[in-house]
Nanobody, 124 residues
């Protein structure tokens, strides 16, 4: 499974961005997709996840009501819509996938497949 993230950039606080992730190479093996982020000097954390076959998204508290994860299995795409961005959202964002179908937000270390990161920088 290969994942290719895009859509990062520089945005002012309060603004919005949509990240995209193209999924290829065996989507039949995917149970869950998610987005993680890693800020300088911090550990990577999963911020959102959703079952690949359908279901609701799950979020860490720090992004609830601001971020929305979605997937389009017809296009093999995963998205992360980020609204009301804050300075502390600055990080490299990664899309990830795992064969297990999960409910809830699981640690980044538990995902089997990773894409390259895309930088999101929120300025004041």
């Amino acid at each position: 499974v290969q994942l290719q993230a895009s859509g990062g950039g520089l945005v002012q606080a309060g603004g919005s961005l949509r990240l995209s992730c193209a999924v290829s190479g065996g989507t039949g093996r995917i149970g869950t997709v998610g987005w993680s982020r890693q800020a300088p000097g911090k550990e990577r954390e999963t911020v959102a996840s959703i079952p690949w076959s359908g279901g609701i998204g799950h979020y860490v508290d720090s992004v609830k009501e601001r971020f929305t994860i979605s997937r389009d299995t017809a296009k093999n795409m995963v998205y992360l819509r980020m609204n009301s961005l804050k300075l502390e959202d600055t990080a490299v964002y990664y899309c990830a996938a795992d064969p297990r179908r999960r409910v809830g937000v699981w640690p980044s270390s538990s995902y089997a497949y990773w894409g390259q990161g895309t930088q999101v920088t929120v300025s004041s």
